[in-house]
């Protein structure tokens, strides 16, 4: 049976007890993947071809205004992922984000998984993001992509901020997934199928036989080490720098300019989220440092 429950919100119960999955799309309006994945299963459910035999799934377009507007939020330098603070459920705000994470946050409340689909502005691999434990690996051992980002001590956003975070405030286990560019649609297929492996492993789908695990002994671990804000005083990347998520840098590299003051890489890293220029702002991230710790 599938509900609307919400704006772009579906509720679909299976016929017996099971666990409870949350499935994002959307949630940065302008990341196309997401937006095809939810609405392929959505019609897949609807039709007859997927049905959900245990549990409840929840499918979900995050932010409808930002998707309508293809841009990452319902206006400039608003970001949905960036409001699933701690009290969210507390909130009054009249900010459309604020108003939609405060809906949605009530699903993730009581939810046991949620698998949130996003993609990069700039070049980049696919990647995770989300805590490492046993828990997460379990989920996302069906996603095809060889490394995780984790943000144990909140870099990201000095706190809970963002879906997967969340649900793990919760106690469940939230996975982000950045699949590849915004606007490149060549994975949804692809996406799809590992999304739905991840049903079948719940048993939440019945299926004969599940496929092999992906990239499973080959994952690379990074963890989020500090994050650039842009000041007064301007940001340029140093010469050849600041194309992508997983560019490397090495102790002592100039990473860019502060003003006139070269910005020094303490530690061997990487860059990840280096903001395209029309969502940089003042006294907010444009770039984070990342350290490769397995
Ligand atoms: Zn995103």
């Given at each position: 049976?599938?509900?609307?429950?919400?704006?772009?919100?579906?509720?679909?119960?299976?016929?017996?007890?099971?666990?409870?999955?949350?499935?994002?799309g959307?949630?940065?309006?302008?990341?196309?993947?997401?937006?095809?994945?939810?609405?392929?299963?959505?019609?897949?459910?609807?039709?007859?071809?997927?049905?959900?035999?245990?549990?409840?799934?929840?499918?979900?377009?995050?932010?409808?205004?930002?998707?309508?507007r293809?841009?990452?939020?319902?206006?400039?330098?608003?970001?949905?992922?960036?409001?699933?603070?701690?009290?969210?459920?507390?909130?009054?705000?009249?900010?459309?984000?604020?108003?939609?994470?405060?809906?949605?946050?009530?699903?993730?409340?009581?939810?046991d998984?949620?698998?949130?689909?996003?993609?990069?502005?700039?070049?980049?691999?696919?990647?995770?993001?989300?805590?490492?434990?046993?828990?997460?690996?379990?989920?996302?051992?069906?996603?095809?992509?060889?490394?995780?980002?984790?943000?144990?001590?909140?870099?990201l956003?000095?706190?809970?901020?963002?879906?997967?975070?969340?649900?793990?405030?919760?106690?469940?286990?939230g996975?982000?997934?950045?699949?590849?560019?915004?606007?490149?649609?060549?994975?949804?297929?692809?996406v799809?199928?590992?999304?739905?492996n991840?049903?079948?492993?719940?048993?939440?789908?019945?299926?004969?036989?599940?496929?092999?695990?992906?990239?499973?002994?080959?994952?690379?671990?990074?963890?989020?080490?500090?994050?650039?804000?842009?000041?007064e005083?301007?940001?340029?990347?140093?010469?050849?720098?600041?194309?992508?998520?997983?560019?490397?840098?090495?102790?002592?590299?100039?990473?860019?300019?502060?003003?006139?003051?070269?910005?020094?890489?303490?530690?061997?890293?990487?860059?990840?989220?280096?903001?395209?220029?029309?969502?940089?702002?003042?006294?907010?991230?444009?770039?984070?440092?990342?350290?490769?710790?397995?």
């Amino acid at each position: 049976m599938i509900e609307t429950t919400g704006e772009a919100i579906w509720k679909i119960t299976g016929m017996s007890k099971g666990p409870h999955m949350v499935i994002f799309g959307g949630v940065h309006g302008n990341e196309l993947t997401g937006i095809e994945v939810v609405k392929k299963i959505r019609e897949a459910i609807v039709s007859g071809d997927i049905v959900i035999d245990r549990g409840t799934l929840h499918l979900i377009l995050g932010n409808p205004r930002a998707i309508e507007r293809n841009t990452r939020g319902s206006a400039d330098h608003v970001d949905l992922n960036r409001c699933f603070k701690k009290d969210v459920l507390d909130q009054q705000d009249e900010l459309y984000e604020r108003q939609r994470a405060k809906e949605i946050a009530q699903i993730l409340a009581t939810a046991d998984i949620s698998i949130d689909l996003h993609a990069m502005n700039k070049p980049s691999v696919p990647f995770l993001c989300c805590a490492v434990t046993e828990a997460h690996e379990k989920i996302y051992q069906w996603l095809d992509c060889d490394r995780v980002l984790a943000d144990p001590n909140y870099i990201l956003g000095g706190e809970s901020v963002t879906t997967d975070e969340y649900i793990d405030l919760c106690g469940g286990v939230g996975i982000c997934y950045e699949t590849g560019m915004a606007k490149d649609l060549n994975r949804i297929d692809e996406v799809m199928t590992d999304v739905l492996n991840i049903l079948k492993d719940q048993q939440m789908i019945l299926s004969d036989a599940l496929p092999t695990k992906k990239n499973t002994d080959a994952r690379s671990i990074y963890e989020l080490v500090h994050a650039i804000n842009l000041t007064e005083a301007g940001f340029q990347y140093a010469d050849g720098r600041g194309a992508g998520s997983f560019e490397e840098f090495r102790m002592g590299d100039v990473i860019g300019y502060v003003g006139e003051d070269p910005l020094i890489a303490e530690f061997d890293g990487v860059i990840v989220f280096p903001k395209i220029p029309e969502l940089q702002k003042l006294g907010k991230p444009l770039v984070y440092l990342a350290k490769r710790i397995k």
